[in-house]
């Protein structure tokens, strides 16, 4: 997996993959070429039976600044609707495998949304986020305004996408934003330390724990919850119900393989 702006590690501990963005200069902006390669990135650890978790990480000063605001300045709607940007999003939306941001320092617009797409932030406390894309002209494109609306209610969302004021990780924890903020020095390491907590439940129960946690945001609650029970009783069908079970009757501890 070599790419241009992305390092990918497959095992970067146990089972646990990391992504790190790797346009440092340009604060990690995200031109169509390095959303493209976290699309193929992503798809190629879904399918990789070793990988159960995946760490998408920028640097200690940018998680990611934004959109390349340089590569989009110039294009008109027709340029956007064939540059197909959407779909490239829609497909890392559709990971199935428990994805979590590390975020840093900027984490603003589309960046801000790449952390908002993962199922959980960790951040330092240098993190910032932020919807600016209303200073430049436009409105958050990703996903901005309904995961965050959803993420941290309409007040606050409207505030943020309206004025496009950055909070510091303080308030996005104190929003419900992010997972929890730990010094800089240890972020990435505590991303890595939750994943690998994850990493040693049953790959297939937190695939369909994400998805059903992830219909809970796009359904009503009948068919979140019929959702939900098919989703428990499918898991009957795994190996590693009955190696859970069993460990549990035995006392001893579970050897989950993802089958
Ligand atoms: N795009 C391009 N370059 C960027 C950038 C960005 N978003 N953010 C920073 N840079 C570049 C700067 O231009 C500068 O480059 P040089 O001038 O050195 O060549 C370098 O990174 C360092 O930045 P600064 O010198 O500005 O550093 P400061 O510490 O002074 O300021 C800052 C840091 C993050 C506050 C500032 O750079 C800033 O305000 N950046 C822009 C933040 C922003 O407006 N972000 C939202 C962008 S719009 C879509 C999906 C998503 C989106 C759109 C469509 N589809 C699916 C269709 C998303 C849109 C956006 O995110």
Redesign the pocket.
């Known amino acids: 997996m070599d790419f241009q702006y992305i390092k990918v590690d497959p095992q970067a501990k146990k089972n646990i993959a990391l992504i790190r963005l790797n346009r440092p200069?340009?604060?990690n902006?995200l031109n169509l070429q390095l959303m493209g390669e976290i699309r193929d990135a992503l798809h190629t650890l879904d399918e990789d039976d070793r990988v159960r978790v995946i760490v998408i990480a920028g640097n200690e000063r940018a998680f990611a600044?934004?959109?390349?605001?340089?590569e989009?300045a110039g294009k008109d709607a027709i340029d956007?609707l064939k540059a197909d940007?959407?779909s490239t999003?829609d497909q890392i939306r559709k990971t199935r495998k428990p994805l979590i941001a590390a975020v840093s320092g900027?984490a603003?617009?589309?960046?801000c949304?790449l952390a908002m797409t993962c199922d959980m932030i960790v951040a330092s406390e240098t993190a910032r986020f932020g919807q600016?894309?209303i200073?430049?002209g436009?409105m958050?494109?990703?996903g901005g305004t309904q995961r965050l609306a959803r993420a941290v209610g309409k007040v606050r969302a409207m505030e943020m996408v309206l004025t496009g004021k950055f909070i510091t990780a303080e308030e996005a924890l104190q929003y419900g934003l992010i997972n929890r903020i730990v010094p800089v020095e240890l972020y990435l390491r505590e991303a890595l330390r939750l994943a690998a907590e994850i990493a040693e439940m049953a790959p297939l129960a937190a695939q369909l724990a994400k998805e059903s946690i992830r219909a809970a945001f796009n359904t009503g609650l009948d068919e979140g919850l019929r959702f939900e029970r098919k989703n428990f009783y499918l898991l009957f069908a795994s190996k590693d119900q009955k190696e859970g079970m069993q460990a549990f009757v035995e006392k001893r501890k579970a050897q989950f393989r993802g089958e």
């Open positions: 200069k340009e604060l902006a600044a934004g959109a390349d605001i340089k989009m956007m940007q959407f999003w900027f603003l617009g589309g960046g949304e600016p894309e200073k430049i436009v958050p494109g990703a």
